[in-house]
Structure formats: structure tokens, C-alpha cells
């Protein structure tokens, strides 16, 4: 008997139960619009070399933003209000006393040659001065030789060849390599084990490691290069810890927090309970309709989403992610995609059934009753034999096809999860603020979903099928008819590849359509992009935040962010875009129908919290990532399937903009966060049709290439279809049920993944014909399988 099925029970046990026993005794962090927190208000100084001004501010907006949120996951909204200060938001921090501890240290990184050990009796000169090391010994230690500004990353590694263990490397830009090299030559010259061979690292006037030369290096050449090294007997956490220290700590100018306070949740309580509702109605229609669809593996799948919702959940537990409303609507969102995989293994276990069968092979027709295998032995033996032996045809057949389902549908699934892979890790290491975080949820959704699909999945179906009581009744399980649709599909052979010109000359109008939107309407970016105004009023009567909200909205600003501040939520602080003094008082004349007397105590202009760094490093990541995917479906396929997956994927993301643009709907972060989504979910789509495409090519050498697109095509539309229709019940629901909050996340999600499917067969299918036209090229090789030679008779007990 196999181990493999035992393995992969164990592991996907494990993985549960880990997965359990986190979301049980962790407490999720939830952001600011579900729960509220503190916003910080930091000024910046001038250094002594330094002057503090608006460009400045945003070097150390984004340094800060980098420390707060190294992931990514943090959700802290940070913002530059005039030319010196500084808004952070922190969600979950409801103490302000606790805040300057959760913003983590703020003053400027430095590098001291040390000087001597040092007690009470030390009296450091002009420049010296006397500070615990990170042991809690004394140290003198002479002036900054180096600043932060002069490094410009650091990384933690680990080295198990040289038994060295954990270890920082610390890279320097031009002017911090010389003055690297100068202060460690300087300190060479001092023999080994001599405190003043010691160079420490000072932030916040605390050295976080103040490490020795090393015995190889001479005195007054110090360690030359780009980058150094740091060893010590650091554990994992240690190492990491110290590179975020070293990295995040070069703020170019030191800060002073001025003010702290307390607002509260920018969502009301009605909007937050609607969109949860929502959610749990979209997933459970995603639910019934697969359970409907595909029966008894359909209510394994769900079983299987239910597994993955529970280990995506833990792992962003685990990573202390900021849950915000967007964020759970986008994973709600990512339990029906992930509907995808085991579509894809269902779909092909219903063919090879249908062509066991001998029905016909994909794309075939599946008709007529069970296979009859053993039925010698019904005709000589007594009826349980009879039985017995149909079960057992019955059984072998079903085990048969859903292995070769999931063995089959590894090529596709695993070609669909690179590509997004490739995409997530890139946005993650070129990118920044929640595009960075963006990345980081998505790589954890397509893991979670590889390992339920074809680990949780497969076992349970595998056990289910070799029940006596399945194999018996295979129309039971679900994979004994390949569906009405792809029956129609089969019977009709229709040829939608004839029309080829005309879709993609559809498509030209609609991108043309949708570019003239941009052009002529232009793009309504939210407050995220482009700043705004701040207005904090104090009341006389007490007002909650939703009922404020509500003026606010009716005063013809449903965009605006409400939330309770000051002491006890006692006040009301409105966020809008670019409004000017005759905005500001309709607000407050809306304001004072229910809230009494109301007089401004706030009034600010703030810029945008997501920055140009922030946008420029997220355009080059996204450039890079589709570069990259292009890259890979050109050496896994070819490089015009390629070609016309990134210009479909092109032509998807106009059409969602320019109807935003049409629309007059906000581009802000949580439309971001969809078209990220929709992107996602395009390239795994036309990921799907071409490896189709590739196998059909493989096995038919003979036919023309629209024939072969064409045929692979129609045998993905059932998954292309099921895949589309999970997804939608989700969006369906947010749209409807979940309130103005979610409304234009759903819709472009819904424009996307309807644009998205619909492109796969018309925009890149047809495109690949056209590159193919122009650059014939043999069709692959199919692939050679390898059978291992049977030891024994093969029966089993």
C-alpha cells in the first residue's frame, strides 16, 4: 500500500489543528475603520546638518512607514499635515500612552567608536558621552561617525556551512562606505578584546549592538566594500530584529510627538454588522451552489474551504495583520476563488471518467449508466457477488479518474500559482504600504489554497470514493457526468474562435472607450492620493459617529471619513478631499441640526497617505511583476501565449479604470486593493486556458492552431464558468447587502472578474492565434510518461 495518502492525511491534520488552536488563542488586530485607535501627531526638527522642511517630512513619513509596518499588514495610515507634522494612525491602540511605544523609536540612527569601558566616576569630554551597551555595561563612546543616513538596507541571514549561525549584513550607500571604513580602520588599530576595538550602534539613545572588529582586519584600512557583516550568537528573532532596527532607523531629521489622542472606528456599527452579513451569505451560496454542482466532492470542496478560511485566518493571525473591512471582504472574496483548484481537478476527473467509460474523451459526452466491470461474475455468482463486483468496477473507476483528475490538473494549478506567486513576492519586495500587504495576503491565499485543494481535498475524496456505498452509486460523488454544459458544448462544437477579428476589435473600442473616460473625465482620486482637509468640531449635545456620519453624508459628502475623537468621544472629526471654506461650513451647518452648538477646534490641510514613493514603487512593482510573468508563461508555454496574456491582462485593467472614470466612482486604496484582485484573477484565468491549449497542441500536431484553441476553449468553459459564478455570489452580496462602504469595492471587482473571464476566451485566445500566424512554431512535445514496472500481481487486500 502507498504511503503517499497517509502523508497527506497526517500533514493536512496537522496543518489544521495548528491552524485551530491559533485562531482560538490569538486575537485577531482589528483596523481602524472596525475598532479605532490613536493618531499620533509628530513634528519634525531640524538636525544640526539637516534643515526640516516639507521634503524632509516625507523622507521620514516614509522611513516611519516602513518601521511601523515592515510587512506591510499593519494598516497605519500616515499623512503629512502642512510642512513639518506628521499623522500616523494606529488601529487597536485605544491608550495614547501606549503610542509612542507601538510607533517604535524616532530618533536617528548612529555609529560611535567606543572609547573605553565607563562607571560613575567617567567624565566624557566635549562630543563623548557615557551609555549602557547592550549587556547593560558602561561604555564611553566618542561622536557620531556615521549617520543613517549613510546605510541603506540591512538584511538578517543565516549560514549553516560555517557554523556561524544568524547574522545582519548591513549595506552602505557611498558616503557611509568611507566613513564605515575609516571607523573600523580607527578601531583595528587596538589589539583584540580591547573595549576600544568596539564599534556601537546607537538608536534612541540606546546601543542595540556594539560588536568588535574582526582579528583580520588592519589598522587604518578598516572593512572596505559596499557592505559588512555582523556575527554574533543571534537567534532568528534577534537577527531579524536588528536588521528592521538598523534599516528603519535612518530618519533624516529627528521628530517630536506633540500631540496624542484617541479617535474611534471611521465605520459605523450598522455598516460593519451589513457587510459581515454579506459575507456570510456570499459564502454560503458559494458553498451550495459547488455542493449542487458537484455533489458529494462539491461538499468536500466545501469542507476544504471552510480549511482554508480557518488557515488563512490563523497565518494573518499569526503575522499580527491588521484586519480592516476591505481587507475581510477581499479574504471572503478569496475563499471563492480558491474555489478554482478543485474545480479544475473535479472538471478533470469528470472527463477521464466520461472517457474510461468509453463515452468518449475529453471533450466527450458522458451518457449512459455505470460501468458494469466484473459482470462475469454476476451472471455465475450470487446477487451480493453481483453486487460486489459492480461496486468494485464502479469503485476502481472513480479512483482512477479522481487520481488522474488531481494528477492531470497539477500542470494548470501549478502554472496559475506561480504566475501569482511571481506577482505576490515582487510586490512585496519592490513595493511598499498596503500594496506591500497586498502581497503578502496573497501569497498566503494561494498556499492556503494549494495545500486544502490538493491535500485536504484529496484525502477526503479519495476516502470517500472507497467507500462500498459510493462506488455503488458513482452519480453519488458527482464526477459520473460531465454537466449539462460541456454535453451541449460537445454535441455542438461551436467554433468561436471564427470570429476572432471581431472580438478583438470589440476590445479595441472598449479600451478606447475606456481610455477617452480617463481623458475626458478624468480619474476621482480619493483623499489617499491626493491629501486633504482635516476639521475636528467640539459639541455641545453628544452626537455618535454614525449619526454624524450621516449628516455628513447628506450634506453631499458620502466619501467623507467620520470618527469620534477626544477625550471620551466626546468630539467629531471629519476627513473630505480638497474642500474649501464653504464646504467646511455646510458640514458644520449639517452638524448642528442634531449636535447643538458646534465649534471648530481643528482645522488642517494633510497629504496624501499614500504617497509618491508609495505609488512609484507600486507601478514599478506591478511592471515588474507582469514582466516577469510574461517571462515565465514564455518559458513554460511560448512566448506568444505570453504576449497575449500580459496585453489581454492590459486591456482588462483599462476597461475597469475607464468605467470608474465614466462613473465618477473614487480611485482610492480600497479600489487598489480590487484591481490588484482583478488582476490576480485574470492572469490565473488565461493561465488556465493556455495550458489547455498546450496539451491539446501537444496531442494533435496535425490540426491548425485556431482548431486547438477553439477545442480548449470549450473543455475550460465548465470551469471557467463554476470558478466565475463562486466568485460572483460573494460580490453579489457585498454589493447588495453590504452597504456603501463595500459598494465600489464589489462593483469593480464585479466589472473585473466578468471582464477577466470573458477575455480569456476572446482577447488572449484569439491574440495567440494571431502571434502564432506571424511565428509558426512546431507544437510541444506531449509529455512522455514513465511507467514503473509492476512488482508482484498488483492485488491488494
Partial sequence: M??????????????????????LTMTPR??????????????????PTVKADSETTDRTLEVLRRRVDALGVADAPMSRSGERRIIVELPGVLDPTKAAEVIGKTAQLTFHQVLALADQNTRPKQGERV??????????????????????????????????????????????????AELTGDAACNQPGDPKRRVAI??????????????????????PGSSTQITGSFTSAEAQNLAVLIKGGSLPVPVEVIEQRTVGPTLGAAAISASAQAGVIGVALTALFIIVIYRLVGLIAAFALASYALISYATLVALDATLTLPGLAGFVLAIGM?????????????????ADRGTGAAPGAASGSGSTGGAKGSRTGDPKGSRDAVAAGGGTKLRQALEKGFRNAWSAVADSNITTLLAAGLLFFLASGPVRGFGVTLSIGVIASLVTAMVVTRVLAQWAVNRRAVSARPRVTGLSDI????????????????????????????????????ALRGLNFGVEFTGGRVVEYATTQPITADAARELVSDAGFPSAVVQASGPGGSGISVRAGQIGNAEVNRIEAALEREAGQVSKVRDELIGPSLGDELRRNALIALAVALAAQLLYLAFRFRWTFGLAAVLTLAADASVVIGAFAWMGKPIDGVFLASMLTVIGYSVNDKVVVFDRV???????????????????????????????????????????????????????????????????????APLAIVFEQRNPGAPPQPKQRVTRKREGSGAVV
Avoid at 482548431?707 to 455570489?729: D, E, K, M, S, W
Wanted: glycine share 10%; proline share 3%; net charge negative.
Fill in 2 to 23: 502507498s504511503r503517499a495518502p497517509v502523508v497527506r492525511a497526517i500533514a493536512a491534520f496537522a496543518v489544521i489543528a495548528t491552524s485551530l488552536y491559533i485562531a
Fill in 30 to 47: 482589528l483596523g481602524l475603520d472596525l475598532r479605532g485607535g490613536t493618531q499620533i501627531v509628530l513634528e519634525t526638527r531640524d538636525s
Fill in 131 to 180: 551609555i549602557a551597551d547592550e549587556d547593560g555595561g558602561m561604555l564611553l563612546i566618542g561622536p557620531a561617525r556615521l549617520t543613517g543616513d549613510g546605510v541603506s538596507g540591512a538584511e538578517a541571514g543565516l549560514d549553516p556551512q560555517s557554523g556561524t549561525g544568524w547574522f545582519v549584513t548591513v549595506d552602505f550607500r557611498d558616503r557611509g562606505r568611507e566613513a564605515w
Fill in 202 to 223: 546607537v538608536l534612541d539613545e540606546k546601543v542595540i549592538i556594539s560588536p568588535q572588529v574582526n582579528e583580520g582586519i588592519a589598522c587604518n584600512v578598516g572593512l
Fill in 338 to 354: 480558491a474555489v478554482d483548484a478543485n474545480v479544475l481537478v473535479f472538471e478533470r476527473a469528470r472527463e477521464e471518467y466520461a
Fill in 483 to 518: 454537466g449539462r454544459v460541456r454535453r451541449w458544448l460537445n454535441e455542438h462544437a461551436p467554433d468561436v474562435m471564427r470570429r476572432r477579428t471581431a472580438y478583438l476589435v470589440l476590445t479595441g473600442v472598449l479600451v478606447a472607450v475606456s481610455l477617452a473616460g480617463v
Fill in 694 to 764: 498546450r496539451e491539446l497542441w501537444g496531442a494533435r500536431p496535425k490540426e491548425t492552431f485556431a482548431n486547438v484553441a477553439n477545442a480548449a476553449v470549450l473543455q475550460t468553459v465548465p470551469r471557467t464558468v463554476n470558478t466565475g459564478l463562486g466568485a460572483l455570489f460573494i460580490l453579489a452580496a457585498l454589493a447588495v447587502l453590504g452597504g456603501a462602504s463595500l459598494t465600489d469595492f464589489a462593483v469593480a471587482l464585479l466589472i473585473g472578474i466578468v471582464v477577466g473571464t470573458l477575455s480569456s476566451a476572446f482577447v488572449a
